[in-house]
């Protein structure tokens, strides 16, 4: 895995809409955002110009927009997180963070049997 960039939880929410959209110009991800966060224009733009310069986004212009796409998978992205926030807590509190996540979740069978799957493997 290379080296993953540092995301914030506010450059998260924008990587969401790349990672949905996989191409968005910055007025098509202030459209999407600006409702549902409440936030300026200039801070979602700012928030695009971080994000391109820590290398997690890239553009192409096409007339005189931007188009920006993601340069890293959400999948990754998830691994560095977790990876990240395991190395804070303790081995001790590993079980019980693991089953309280498990327990306040609305899991379907499906997310249940893949869980399963995960552990078997892991342990074998």
């Not at 949905?20 to 966060?37: H, M, R, Y």
């Amino acid at each position: 895995m290379k080296n993953q960039p540092k995301i914030s939880d506010a450059e998260w929410r924008v990587m969401q809409v790349f990672w949905q959209t996989g191409n968005a110009t910055a007025n098509e991800v202030i459209e999407k955002l600006q409702d549902e966060s409440g936030w300026n224009p200039k801070t979602i733009r700012t928030m695009i110009n971080r994000l391109a310069g820590k290398g997690a986004i890239g553009h192409e212009i096409k007339g005189r927009q931007y188009h920006y796409h993601p340069l890293i998978g959400q999948e990754e992205c998830v691994k560095v997180e977790t990876k990240s926030f395991f190395s804070r807590i303790s081995k001790a509190a590993l079980k019980p963070m693991l089953a309280a996540f498990v327990e306040e979740q609305n899991l379907s069978q499906e997310e249940i049997e893949e869980l399963k799957k995960i552990l078997d493997k892991k342990s074998k």
